[in-house]
């Protein structure tokens, strides 16, 4: 079994204008593979360019909601097969369009549900990446990730939102188990402190642990291990000191 491709969000380095700045940084601190964002396929080919030049891969994507409008999918696609990603990953909901009960979570289901032969008949994969909503349980007891999911969406589990809401992460990695390609990987500071960074923290300088939770995430079915945090006060720092917690716990997959 090959071990997980160690990725990095790009949306944790937003702040940096020069996307070349950032995937030069990336490269040096030992990242093969990153996962751009919604805001970067203005012009797929130089971005494939640049990944080139910096030897890295781009294996999974975000996109945003209007990507996936019947005017705008021949664009998504073309821009997703230019990249060469081969996981595509709707990762949030307009504010207006965020359903607050059971019948609204089945409908953005069955919406998902319905882009995955389309993805499929590019060779592509596509999936869900959650927030906190979808771990909070409605007026009746069950749970928006549930609905969203249903039998056939597969999930990019976003650890740091699972615990925010006071979830446990075991039992959604247990839950979807073989339908969780790729993983958020994020750490959590000790309570009230690092609040200038939107309390998370290097990965492996926090209270998770991920000692543990590592080898779920890949018992689980994750190959992409992808570090992510949503406000570092410098993006190159917690790339650079995030990477070699990240290694030992690859390393140990197999073990």
């Known amino acids: 079994m090959a071990k997980s491709l160690l990725s990095y ?25 990153v996962q751009p964002h919604h805001e970067q396929y203005d012009n797929p080919r130089e971005l494939r360019r640049m990944l080139d030049n910096f030897n890295l891969s781009a294996r999974s994507a975000h996109i945003q909601y209007d990507m996936l409008a019947p005017n705008q999918m021949d664009r998504t696609l ?17 504010k207006l369009l965020i ?13 998902m549900h319905g882009h995955i032969s389309t993805f499929e008949t590019s060779g592509m994969r596509f999936a869900w990446h959650n927030h906190g ?32 809401v006071g979830e446990t992460p075991d039992r959604w990695l247990e839950r979807y188990s073989g339908r969780i390609p790729a993983v ?21 300088r926090g209270i998770v642990d991920w000692n543990s939770l590592w080898p ?8 992409i291990m992808v570090a992510e945090h949503d406000q570092p006060l410098d993006y190159a720092a917690f790339a650079r000191d995030s990477i070699p917690t990240m290694k030992t716990l ?3 997959e197999t073990e």
């Open 9 to 33: 969000q790009l949306w944790s380095s937003r702040k940096e204008p020069s996307i070349r700045k950032q995937l030069e940084v990336l490269a040096a601190a030992g990242y093969t593979d």
């Open 78 to 94: 073309e821009a997703m097969a230019v990249l060469g990603v081969e996981l595509v990953i709707m990762p949030w909901l307009p």
């Open 99 to 111: 359903p607050t009960d059971r019948a609204g979570w089945q409908g953005i289901g069955e919406e």
């Open 133 to 164: 909503e979808e771990l909070l349980p409605l007026t009746d007891g069950s749970y928006p990730i549930d609905h969203v999911l249903g039998d056939h969406l597969l999930w990019e589990i976003d650890i740091g939102w699972v615990l925010s």
């Open 184 to 204: 958020h990987v994020k750490d959590v500071p000790e309570e009230g402190t690092n609040l200038e960074e939107d309390g998370q923290i290097t990965i492996g």
């Open 216 to 223: 779920k995430c890949i018992a689980a079915g994750a190959e």
């Open 250 to 252: 690859q390393m140990r």
